[in-house]
């Protein structure tokens, strides 16, 4: 069954369309399991029927004609119970119904099972049989793991189909998931990013005389392709700052590996052109990245695809034909690299969609810095057909919008002007305090990762940083960086903001944050080796880091060092040793370093309940609620299956919050938020009402916090969540927040809120 069922899903896999997705189950099924009929019946909500959509065993050309309502029939008892429906003898059921167009009166047997993709009715298999007889438990099960495997592959040609038979501007348009990469509204026409053809490259032997001829070549293709990194990187010169620039230097030394310019030329030794030896190589490193668990790994695999393409291309001496952008320029393709972004001629790119990739890739973090509206791994989209297409890139949910009706681009362009006009407006908020209106101060700070991020965050308004994640300018090197790089990176933090307070959070890797050159293999990463624990467990490393974080602060009284992912307090106490240690060395060696003051995360359940422990013996709490809400509620945070049931607004993280607060509080600590919590309007009414005293986060959210500030007086914020403390269901407290931001006239954040 196992093979069959592998089979199977192959064959769907490389089917051209939906048509053809069906009819491969219908034809497989009833083969493998001898019935005489199967059939597949889709879901039409708006209709409210199940629509006959591929068959064998019924009569000739009925697929497509024979529509059964949800409620009639066996096939629309087993859409109302979800559940299979096994009977020897079909016509005697209550619910049987005849369907003269099909022919199906010969069938005794019948055999119905639901299919269901993330608890959505998707449609109905059936499989008949003339000869009455109950279908055995291995055939059941059999059905029910086709059922649930290919689920998401009709879903998934049903989208595609949908892009493609929806070409008029009047239509209703097809939405189609992904995740936010970077937020914003965009409205424009896909251009296609080029992909590279290395698959099409033939093998071509070639005479041992040719052989060195044909390394030159190669050799002149890779310097070519040196010179045009280097000009794309001076193009986005203004855009960026030295440390985004490093992604290019990341591809430069992908360029330069002495392994891999080895093995091509190897190849070529061996008798083969420079094209072919090209494409096994970059072919054999791309399986290796693809192959590794490693989020991070695997993105750079993009990063050699795109390589490949363009030593290609300069090896043919055919350089990529030169493509049109309009003025409003949606890039999309299945691998939006970060060199294809920076192709776009400045002012014409409007926003980002890809088929691959997360938030961590680097054309997200590029387009993020660049103020792009991003979104990406966008199921169910084959990039060529969006081709010269009006798109809608929603970048604060990770939607993109196909084929949208006139109506609907007249419903974004209002929103992305009122968008505009809103953050005009705040913008007003700038000098503004933030402040309730019966004057309680809640410092607003940016959260950073780039240092490039210290610009927005400045003109934010920003009152510091709240949170600085070392862990960027860890991975995007090829190796860890040295005491030195640190410092340099630290004091253009520390001296930006100075006297404002930086918190910057020692290295945090391992769960879905890993570095190119310190691969962990685990089952499990969230709950392996990661932030203080690594950290812990390489104080060579961990010294480094504190030393180059303490000299930085030489003559600034600035730093705040936040310690990430404590569980224990032996960890606390273990940090507060090496940082003891690390202080005492720099004092010695002459640096002019103040003892910093130290937090610790609270992002672990356990974190929680030792909250009063912790605070007695650091300085200050900061709350993750990303990795909070995650560890709480048992739910993977990037985890598309149960991205419905991550609710930082969950009746067990506000009671959470409100412990730590109470803990620290009773300490006389200060207690702030770092994670996307504290960027949504929804939530800042209970962050407030809970006494949180500082919040940070992106800094383009800054003003519309600010706004929601200046609208609660703390009394007012403390009633409100006094009232959803005793609400069970997230839902709810959402509303409930929701409804007290539109009552304050502060409607219009709901909307771009998340
Ligand atoms: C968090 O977990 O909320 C947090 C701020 O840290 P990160 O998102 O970097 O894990
Ligand atoms: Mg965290």
């Known amino acids: 069954m196992l093979n069959v069922l592998r089979q199977i899903v192959q064959e769907v896999n490389e089917a051209q ?7 491969i189950i219908v034809q497989r099924v009833s083969a493998t399991m001898g019935v005489e009929a199967c059939s597949v019946y889709l879901a039409d909500n708006e209709k409210k029927h199940y629509l006959l959509a591929a068959s064998v065993g019924f009569l000739e050309g009925v697929d497509g004609k024979v529509a059964i309502h949800f409620t009639e029939g066996l096939v629309g008892l087993v859409g109302e119970r979800e559940e299979t429906i096994n009977l020897d003898d079909a016509p005697n059921h209550p619910r049987y119904r005849y369907f003269p167009e ?7 047997a019948f055999l119905g099972v639901p299919i269901i993709h993330q608890r959505k009715l998707v449609g109905i298999l059936v499989v008949q049989q003339r000869q009455p007889r109950r279908f055995d438990e291995g055939e059941v099960a059999f059905l029910i793991t086709i059922c649930a495997q290919l689920a998401g592959y009709i879903v998934h040609a049903q989208t595609a189909g949908l892009i493609s038979d929806l070409p008029s501007s009047d239509s209703q348009g097809t939405i189609l998931q992904g995740t ?3 937020p914003g509204i965009a409205i424009g026409e896909a251009v296609i990013v080029l992909t590279s053809d290395l698959d099409a490259i033939p093998d071509k032997e070639i005479e041992p005389q040719e052989i060195e001829a044909e390394i030159n070549a190669f050799e002149q293709a890779l310097a070519l392709t040196r010179q045009d990194i280097e000009s794309l990187k001076e193009r986005l010169d203004k855009k960026l700052l030295p440390e985004e620039q490093n992604l290019f230097d990341a591809y430069l030394s992908i360029l330069d590996s002495p392994s891999i310019k080895q093995d091509i030329i190897s190849i070529i030794q061996e008798g083969h052109w420079a094209p072919w030896a090209l494409r096994k190589i970059i072919k054999r490193q791309v399986h ?16 050699l695809r795109d390589l490949g393409r363009r030593v290609l291309s300069n090896l043919q001496s055919e350089h990529l034909p030169t493509q049109e952008f309009p003025s409003d320029t949606i890039l999309v393709g299945d691998e939006v690299s970060a060199s294809a972004l920076a192709e776009v001629p400045q002012g014409k790119l409007q926003g980002v969609v890809s088929t691959k990739g997360s938030a961590n890739a680097h054309v997200a973090i590029l387009a993020r810095a660049m103020g792009i509206p991003a979104v990406m791994a966008v199921s169910g989209l084959p990039p060529h057909k969006l081709e010269g297409k009006k798109i809608i890139v929603d970048g604060y949910n990770g939607e993109i919008f196909t084929s949208p009706s006139s109506k609907m681009i007249s419903e974004f362009y209002r929103l992305a002007q009122e968008e505009k006009e809103l953050y005009a407006g705040l913008d007003e908020l700038r000098e503004l305090r933030a402040q309730t209106p019966d004057g309680v101060r809640i410092p607003l700070c940016a959260n950073a990762g780039l240092v490039a991020d210290i610009r927005p965050a400045q003109q934010a308004g920003a009152e510091g940083i709240g949170l600085y994640r070392t862990e960027i300018p860890f991975m995007i090197r090829d190796r860890f960086p040295g005491e030195e790089e640190q410092y340099l990176i630290y004091r253009q933090l ?3 903001f100075a006297p404002k307070p930086v918190t910057i959070r020692t290295l945090d890797v391992g769960g879905d944050k890993t570095l190119p050159y310190f691969p962990v293999k685990e089952e499990n990463p969230y709950l392996g080796w990661r932030g203080i624990r690594i950290t812990l467990d390489h104080p060579e490393i961990f010294l480094v880091q504190l030393r180059a974080l303490l000299r930085a602060s030489s003559g600034l009284k600035n730093l705040r060092i936040l310690f990430p992912m404590i569980a224990s307090i032996s960890e606390v106490e273990e940090a507060l040793r090496l940082l003891r240690q690390a202080h005492r060395e720099v004092v010695d060696e002459g640096a002019n370093a103040h003892f910093p003051e130290v ?3 609270i992002e672990v359940p356990s974190a929680v309940f030792l909250a009063n422990e912790l605070a007695k013996r650091v300085d200050f709490l900061s709350v993750g609620s990303n990795d909070l809400t995650q560890y709480l509620l048992a739910v993977d945070r990037n985890n598309i299956h149960v ?3 991550y609710d930082s607004l969950h009746p067990a993280v506000l009671q959470a919050l409100k412990s730590i607060v109470d803990a620290a509080h009773e300490n006389n600590k200060r207690v702030s938020i770092c994670g996307e919590m504290a960027s949504e309007p929804v939530a800042v009414i209970p962050l407030l009402g809970l006494g949180f005293d500082m919040l940070s986060m992106n800094a383009h959210s800054i003003s519309r916090v600010k706004w929601v500030i200046r609208n609660f007086t703390i009394e007012n914020a403390r009633l409100l969540t ?33």
């Open 17 to 23: 369309d939906l048509n053809e997705v069906l009819r």
């Open 102 to 108: 099909t022919g199906e009166e010969r069938y005794q």
């Open 180 to 182: 936010a990469g970077a």
């Open 288 to 303: 290796k990245f693809e192959a590794m668990e490693d989020l991070y790994l695997r993105e750079r695999s993009a990063d």
């Open 494 to 496: 520390l001296e930006n």
């Open 599 to 601: 937090g610790v995360m």
């Open 643 to 645: 991205a419905n049931i």
């Open 722 to 754: 006094q009232e959803a403390l005793t609400m069970v269901h997230p839902k709810e407290i959402r509303s409930f927040f929701e409804k007290a931001l539109e009552d304050a006239g502060l409607g219009g954040l709901v909307r771009v809120g998340r």
